[in-house]
């Protein structure tokens, strides 16, 4: 059985974060690739140590404010 997760990533200097949301892990690597592929490890080694049964997906929308440069 599997389960989808959210994967937030973004770039710090020359690493990528990635996050989830549903779960609260993060992890990070060189690629967006790796980022994503070590936040499944963490994801996957917390859920062993704290299993849970249901997950909320988060809600992703935008927003707009003035920039005053």
């Known amino acids: 059985m599997t389960t989808a997760f959210t994967a937030i990533v973004h770039k710090e200097g020359d690493i990528y974060v990635a996050e989830c949301p549903e779960v609260g892990t993060a992890s990070q690597g060189y690629t967006l690739e790796e980022s994503i592929?070590?936040?499944?490890?963490?994801?996957?080694?917390?859920?062993?140590?704290?299993?849970?049964?249901?997950?909320?997906?988060?809600?992703?929308?935008?927003?707009?404010?003035?920039?005053?440069?």
């Not at 996957?44 to 909320?56: K, V």
């Not at 935008?62 to 005053?68: D, K, N, Q």
């Open 37 to 69: 592929n070590n936040l499944r490890e963490a994801t996957e080694l917390y859920l062993e140590e704290f299993p849970a049964t249901s997950f909320e997906h988060p809600f992703l929308t935008t927003f707009e404010i003035p920039i005053h440069a």
